[in-house]
T-cell receptor, first 115, second 114 residues
Framework: KNQVEQSPQSLIILEGKNCTLQ??????????LRWYKQDTGRGPVSLTI?????NTKSNGRYTATLDADTKQSSLHITASQLSDSASYIC??????????????FGKGTLLTVNP | DSGVTQTPKHLITATGQRVTLRCSPR?????VYWYQQSLDQGLQFLIQ???????AKGNILERFSAQQFPDLHSELNLSSLELGDSALYFC?????????????FGEGSRLTVL
């Protein structure tokens, strides 16, 4: 079982609508959680990084929330645009010993925004 | 533009062959990471180098090897290629070696093994 689970696997919405993507993780000890946007065939681009003490973080129309107690995060996209069509990847950083950290990647949610 | 440069962008080769993928990190970044992304799979961590030294190892096959040179660019060598090695290979870089901070990804090298 993947230690970072994302849902839904895919989502289709109409332009202008809002949507929320989910990320549940089981890895620990938690260091930070990141959301990346990956356009098809391109490299991932960071949207937000949240530490344990941060509950919410915004980047334009993207707002990420984090509940470290329930180990859940969500990415809310407001007023979607066609250019939001991409895969959204949740990545959790955990402490792996000493001052080392390890990144665990979710498989991503594929978002399609239709006109 | 992340500042991370990968070449080549596309590569088509045959089974049994060997290829080399190249990555130049962002200016000032000392860590380079290699990831593999197969169709419908998440990013799989292969290996990390920091300032020329191997720092962490992930699910890297014995047929694969990497190195980081004094000018900090890195190469990923894939040998005895199999059909299943067809994937996108991403390089990422960061300032430090702890993987706690921001990662910047390149645009990837798409490898097709026929």
């Amino acid at each position: 079982k993947n230690q970072v689970e994302q849902s839904p696997q895919s989502l289709i919405i109409l332009e202008g609508k809002n949507c929320t993507l989910q990320c549940n993780y089981t890895v620990s000890p938690f260091s930070n959680l990141r959301w990346y946007k990956q356009d098809t065939g391109r490299g991932p681009v960071s949207l937000t990084i949240m530490t344990f003490s941060e509950n919410t973080k915004s980047n334009g129309r993207y707002t990420a929330t984090l509940d470290a107690d329930t180990k859940q995060s969500s990415l809310h996209i407001t007023a979607s645009q066609l250019s939001d069509s991409a895969s959204y990847i949740c990545v959790v950083s955990v402490r792996s010993g000493g001052s080392n950290y390890k990144l665990t990647f979710g498989k991503g949610t594929l978002l399609t925004v239709n006109p | 533009d992340s500042g991370v440069t990968q070449t080549p962008k596309h590569l088509i080769t045959a089974t049994g062959q060997r290829v080399t993928l190249r990555c130049s990190p962002r200016s000032g970044d000392l860590s380079v990471y290699w990831y593999q992304q197969s169709l419908d799979q998440g990013l799989q961590f292969l290996i990390q180098y920091y300032n020329g030294e191997e720092r962490a190892k992930g699910n890297i096959l014995e047929r694969f090897s990497a190195q980081q040179f004094p000018d900090l660019h890195s190469e990923l060598n894939l040998s005895s290629l199999e059909l299943g090695d067809s994937a996108l290979y991403f390089c990422a870089s960061s300032v430090d070696w702890v993987q706690a901070g921001e990662l910047f990804f390149g645009e990837g090298s798409r490898l097709t093994v026929l």
